[in-house]
């Protein structure tokens, strides 16, 4: 079937097309969107138990100590380096519903034997080291895969509206996750725990796959270009892509320069809000708890208003503002009275959770419905690898700076930092944007 209009069919007015847009239901009431969002929703609520529950396995059961403890994290963080942009192209050579289905399956059997180790009392923390990394393996195709199949259950205009509900669910799944993950690693040890996150996976598939809309099968190669790409020139192609979009490597110099400065304050603020040496805040852990559960609200905020606020501001100045107010958020921190420093602390979660979710959920959407359906694998992958590539080097600047400098001058840093991250795009396209501009050919 031929998607050209023929000479015959008159073009649509703008009443019309508005008139259709108006009417189309919201995406609560989108069979397919729902259940992707129903098996996200469960998904995440089970990465927050495992979360939790994974590092107490190997503090508790396995009695690792400092050094082991930092390999499990190294090892859980070196996948999205290792494997980011080959995903990518894998994204872009198949069908994404198949890749997420698959991932969840593989993660659900890998998670599984963490508990039968456990209770065989064969288990390792080298197991637990093996397990970690090909998780985090199939998470990276997941995440990549998931990012870019989002477009093809939702129109472009409601790509910001389908990632804030996503948001949303990610948002509860970070308040009420903690808590009951807690609650299970005491009533039943942090490997049992563990189940209930590989039961979340299968659940999610079983939602996924009843997902009705058939997604279309990608073409392997342009036609034009004689023999197939190799895995390598392809990665490049999608590298060259977010390289040369002017949107896309201004929301990559934002985001990437924002995590960079945010890590090095985030190695040390709780040492700094929790620690009892001298100038340090020495909360209780129940008052930190409490801070974090309270600056999730702006979490929520974000989430319920992430979609809304383009529509009265535009999406550019949303996504500028937002990138601009996340480092104010993080003033709050050396800022905070010593005294009396809990409203402060909470204030600034509040704001800092607030414009993370509605930066993301904006410039998220801005990504996709640019981005041809061929290359978005490799743009989400592309973005993913620079913005996060910058979290391991803020951290270990963040160390090395805490224990040279002192904590207060590295948050001073950590801030200031993170408030320049939005001249990127500040000074770039993005800014002048109200709505989202025609995809990209």
């Given at each position: 079937?031929?998607?050209?209009?023929?000479?015959?069919?008159?073009?649509?007015?703008?009443?019309?097309?508005?008139?259709?847009?108006?009417?189309?239901?919201?995406?609560?009431?989108?069979?397919?969107?729902?259940?992707?969002?129903?098996?996200?929703?469960?998904?995440?609520?089970?990465?927050?138990?495992?979360?939790?529950?994974?590092?107490?396995?190997?503090?508790?059961?396995?009695?690792?100590?400092?050094?082991?403890?930092?390999?499990?994290?190294?090892?859980?963080?070196?996948?999205?380096?290792?494997?980011?942009?080959?995903?990518?192209?894998?994204?872009?050579?198949?069908?994404?519903?198949?890749?997420?289905?698959?991932?969840?399956?593989?993660?659900?059997?890998?998670?599984?034997?963490?508990?039968?180790?456990?209770?065989?009392?064969?288990?390792?923390?080298?197991?637990?080291?093996?397990?970690?990394?090909?998780?985090?393996?199939?998470?990276?195709?997941?995440?990549?895969?998931?990012?870019?199949?989002?477009?093809?259950?939702?129109?472009?205009?409601?790509?910001?509206?389908?990632?804030?509900?996503?948001?949303?669910?990610?948002?509860?799944?970070?308040?009420?996750?903690?808590?009951?993950?807690?609650?299970?690693?005491?009533?039943?040890?942090?490997?049992?725990?563990?189940?209930?996150?590989?039961?979340?996976?299968?659940?999610?598939?079983?939602?996924?796959?009843?997902?009705?809309?058939?997604?279309?099968?990608?073409?392997?190669?342009?036609?034009?270009?004689?023999?197939?790409?190799?895995?390598?020139?392809?990665?490049?192609?999608?590298?060259?892509?977010?390289?040369?979009?002017?949107?896309?490597?201004?929301?990559?110099?934002?985001?990437?320069t924002a995590n960079l400065f945010g890590n090095i304050g985030g190695t040390v603020v709780l040492l700094y809000i929790a620690g009892d040496d001298e100038g340090q805040l020495a909360l209780s852990a129940a008052t930190v708890g409490v801070i974090f559960a309270l600056g999730n609200i702006g979490v929520l905020l974000g989430a319920l208003s992430g979609g809304r606020l383009p529509k009265t501001f535009g999406i550019g100045p949303v996504i500028v503002g937002t990138a601009a107010l996340s480092g104010v958020a993080l003033l709050a921190v050396p800022l905070a009275p010593p005294d009396d420093p809990f409203w402060f602390l909470v204030a600034g979660g509040i704001i800092g959770g607030f414009t993370t979710v509605v930066y993301n959920v904006n410039q998220v959407g801005l990504r996709q419905a640019i981005t041809p359906d061929r290359m978005l694998g490799r743009m989400n992958a592309t973005m993913r690898l620079i913005v996060w590539g910058t979290i391991p080097i803020g951290a270990l600047i963040g160390g090395i700076l805490g224990a040279t400098i002192g904590l207060i001058p590295t948050l001073w840093i950590s801030a200031i930092g993170s408030f320049l991250a939005f001249l990127p795009v500040f000074f770039s396209p993005v800014r002048q944007l109200r709505e989202i501009p025609a995809q990209a050919e």
């Open positions: 079937m031929s998607l050209e209009r023929s000479p015959a069919s008159p073009e649509p007015s703008s009443a019309e097309l508005e008139s259709s847009i108006h009417h189309r239901p919201t995406l609560w009431r989108q069979g397919d969107f729902m259940k992707l969002w129903t098996a996200q929703t469960v998904s995440q609520f089970g990465d927050e138990i495992t979360g939790i529950a994974l590092p107490f396995v190997a503090i508790q059961i396995l009695h690792a100590g400092p050094l082991e403890f930092g390999i499990l994290g190294v090892v859980r963080f070196l996948p999205w380096i290792l494997f980011t942009l080959p995903a990518g192209v894998w994204v872009d050579r198949m069908r994404r519903r198949p890749i997420l289905m698959g991932a969840d399956l593989a993660r659900a059997a890998l998670l599984a034997t963490i508990p039968i180790g456990f209770l065989a009392g064969w288990l390792t923390i080298w197991q637990v080291y093996v397990v970690s990394f090909l998780a985090g393996t199939l998470e990276v195709f997941f995440d990549v895969a998931y990012q870019s199949y989002l477009p093809s259950l939702v129109h472009r205009d409601e790509l910001v509206e389908g990632n804030s509900k996503l948001e949303l669910s990610r948002a509860a799944s970070s308040v009420a996750g903690p808590t009951v993950a807690g609650f299970l690693i005491q009533l039943v040890t942090a490997p049992i725990a563990i189940i209930f996150d590989a039961l979340s996976y299968v659940i999610g598939v079983l939602f996924v796959s009843l997902i009705r809309r058939q997604e279309p099968t990608p073409e392997p190669h342009d036609p034009a270009l004689g023999k197939p790409p190799s895995m390598w020139q392809e990665a490049r192609a999608g590298l060259g892509y977010v390289l040369s979009n002017r949107f896309l490597r201004s929301i990559a110099a934002c985001t990437g």
